[in-house]
Nanobody, 120 residues
Framework: QVQLVESGGELVQPGGSLRLSCAVSGFTFSRYAMSWYRQAPGKERELVAAITSGGGSRKYADSVKGRFTISRDNAKNTVYLQMNRLKPEDTAVYYC?????????????WGQGTQVTVSS
């Protein structure tokens, strides 16, 4: 049974930083690329960042490039998202999933997400 458990979101002031975590179980984590997505109120879910199975390659949405860093620890079955210089427009629920060229592999198994709110 696939489980994706996101954590680390909270209320933060503009310019602040957060580190999100996503603990994974139910599939062989080290074999999959992983991605972070986010969904703001009234908007569709969007891809924020992706990392290859071995961690050697990363890509980012233009809106977060230079501010966010995706990483993973295959020994801990966990993917991370370090978010710096946060902006109000980063406010959203953040989710992780296994990635297949920009498409979530386990689209039927989204976790509960973690709420990030950027506000003064």
């Amino acid at each position: 049974q696939v489980q994706l458990v996101e954590s680390g979101g909270e209320l933060v002031q503009p310019g602040g930083s957060l580190r999100l975590s996503c603990a994974v179980s139910g599939f062989t984590f080290s074999r999959y690329a992983m991605s972070w997505y986010r969904q703001a109120p009234g908007k569709e879910r969007e891809l924020v960042a992706a990392i290859t199975s071995g961690g050697g390659s990363r890509k980012y949405a233009d809106s977060v490039k230079g501010r966010f860093t995706i990483s993973r620890d295959n020994a801990k079955n966990t993917v991370y998202l370090q978010m710096n210089r946060l902006k109000p427009e980063d406010t959203a629920v953040y989710y992780c999933n296994a990635d297949n060229r920009g498409t979530p592999v386990y689209a039927e198994n989204w976790g509960q997400g973690t709420q990030v709110t950027v506000s003064s």
